[in-house]
């Protein structure tokens, strides 16, 4: 792409996602979605929707670590309130420090994001056990062992009154979904009515490491129902209370997302029977928790009541890990939509699939990149081609424009009617190239953000290379980059305006230092497709033009 395309490129993007937004908002659907406010009063449909979690002042006791370990993740769980504390993904590194694997769940000095469950009730005579609550559980220390299918850990809470109360989780092999469930063993004389758990994420504003102004990602809650579509919530619109969501819902997830990786609850997820049924009603919940530190991303499921001497069983699955398209894939509907493509989510999901697809044959991402930026570059090429020959026959123009400059001097009426009369004669349209162009602009903003939230390029190695989702280590990708882009201009018609030339030629140098911070996997596009353009350029004028 020559480098003025280029420009027109950013701004033209820029401009079509601000009017997009401003007049094409995400909105639920009121129809089939009732919504209500972050900090409103629950409409009380039954008793148990009028339950709510008080948390008053946010303190984060402490007490026995359980710890769990599969073969893509190593958990801490407390025994107070049996709250996830810290989730290591062992798959992947730290940022900062490679040596230690990603934490995606993690509780330290200045860093919140756990998970966390509870029953409560309106009956104040039931001691039923929350987030801060203690359990106890038989060992310490739990592992997925070689041949082993899954790990449960199971916590207990004496709730008194002849109640028991088991909280479970099971690790499964090869997944990042955690079922998360609760038997209520009910041994009183008496049914337990007005029952609801509550199923949540607690996480501070921070975005996760490697996050820049060059590379920018949504972190924060997101939510997802058929009704509803995909909706991500501003930390700031929820500590101003100026958020609407769904209630009553009985399908989709709730939770966080961040650069590569997202923590949801899951209602309807795949082999597992669906959360919002048989009595249970499902209400998402969104608030901000000790004075707008930290936001809370859940649901709650109000529970049917539970007579005496029965036992009730209760379980939402929470997906905990990258957003890795295998493994969002297997785990409920729509999970890819957790990654940030924006408006072109139509065409970013396509391309990340057909970049997928790619990769299972070479069997490295950098090639996969190599691969699918030619394949679009050949399916877009009669588009581009109408915009080069354009820019052809105006480079052609371009001694005569010269003449007719010296003709007229000063008089800009009249070098301007000579201009147009020679557009005429020569059939030429000087915005002809644009529309070609204009229609293939959503299709490369969407392959930047397929690329910018592939996880899968994190710590792909590919040539000199050992992470495609960091800056080339050697800047060699970025400098070869700024100069096919400075080559490029000489493809190029050249402006009438001398000051005007000599900034296209400077233009791309300055412009390439962005590339110097860019993620590798995303100036390899840039680069192949700068090389593809400059050759399909100079066919155009080489051949095509002057075939004419």
């Given at each position: ?63 026995k670590t359980i710890t769990v370990t599969t073969d893509l993740m190593k958990v801490n769980i407390s025994t107070m309130g049996g709250d996830i504390r ?393 400098v070869v980059l700024a100069g096919t882009m400075f080559l490029q201009t000489f493809l190029n018609p050249p402006a009438a305006d001398p000051v005007q ?48």
């Amino acid at each position: 792409m020559d480098t003025r395309r280029l420009i027109l490129f950013v701004a033209l993007s820029l401009g079509l996602m601000l009017a997009w937004e401003k007049f094409f908002p995400q909105k639920p659907n009121p129809a089939q979605t009732q919504s209500v406010s972050a900090s409103a009063d629950i409409p009380a449909a039954t008793s148990s929707s009028n339950n709510v979690v008080s948390d008053g002042s946010f303190n984060l006791a402490s007490d026995k670590t359980i710890t769990v370990t599969t073969d893509l993740m190593k958990v801490n769980i407390s025994t107070m309130g049996g709250d996830i504390r810290e989730v290591d993904l062992l798959k992947y590194s730290d940022y900062d420090d490679t040596s230690k694997p990603y934490q995606l769940l993690l509780n330290q000095k200045n860093r919140v994001f756990i998970a966390q469950t509870g029953l409560i009730s309106s009956n104040q005579d039931l001691k039923l056990p929350t987030h801060k609550s203690l359990f106890s559980a038989d060992k310490d220390n739990y592992t997925l062992a070689s041949g082993q299918d899954s790990v449960s850990v199971t916590l207990k809470a004496d709730a008194g009154n002849d109640i028991v109360i088991y909280k479970t989780y099971t690790f499964k092999r090869d997944s990042y979904v955690i079922d998360t469930s609760y038997q209520i063993t009910n041994n009183s004389a008496n049914a337990l009515n007005n029952i609801s758990a509550y199923w949540r994420f607690l996480r501070d504003e921070q975005a996760p490491s490697g996050e820049t102004k060059f590379v920018h990602t949504f972190t924060g809650p997101v939510y997802y129902t058929t009704d509803a579509k995909f909706n991500a919530v501003k930390f700031d619109n929820l500590v101003k209370n100026d958020v609407d969501y769904p209630q009553n819902v009985n399908n989709g997830w709730i939770g966080f997302t961040e650069h590569y990786f997202t923590s949801l609850w899951l209602l309807n997820p795949y082999n597992h029977p669906a959360v919002c049924i048989n009595g249970v009603a499902c209400r998402f919940n969104l608030k901000t928790v000790d004075d707008g530190k930290l936001a809370s991303a859940g649901l709650m499921t109000d529970l049917p009541a539970i007579q005496a001497h029965t036992s009730y069983s209760v379980s939402v699955p929470m997906y905990v890990g990258p957003q890795e398209y295998k493994a969002m894939a297997t785990a409920a509907p729509e999970l890819e939509r957790t990654k940030d493509y924006g408006w072109v989510y139509i065409f970013a999901t396509p391309l990340f699939w057909l970049l997928v697809h790619i990769y299972e044959y070479v069997k490295n991402w950098g090639w996969a990149i190599i691969l699918l930026t030619v394949f679009v570059k050949v399916v877009l090429f009669p588009l581009t081609r109408a915009s080069y020959k354009s820019m052809a026959k105006m480079k052609a123009l371009a001694p005569r424009m010269e003449k007719l400059k010296a003709q007229y001097g000063d008089d800009k009426v009249k070098l301007q009617q000579s201009m147009m009369a020679m557009y005429r004669e020569e059939k030429v349209n000087p915005v002809g190239g644009c529309l070609p162009m204009l229609l293939q602009i959503p299709v490369f903003i969407g392959l930047y953000w397929a690329l910018l939230g592939s996880v899968e390029l994190r710590q792909a190695h590919f040539l000199w290379i050992n992470d495609l989702s960091r800056p080339d280590p050697y800047f060699i990708l970025p400098v070869v980059l700024a100069g096919t882009m400075f080559l490029q201009t000489f493809l190029n018609p050249p402006a009438a305006d001398p000051v005007q030339a000599k900034m296209m030629r400077i233009m791309p140098l300055a412009f390439s230092v962005m590339f110097f911070f860019f993620p590798a996997g995303l100036v390899v596009y840039w680069l192949v497709n700068n090389v593809l353009s400059m050759g399909q350029q100079w066919y155009v004028n080489t051949h095509v033009v002057t075939k004419k």
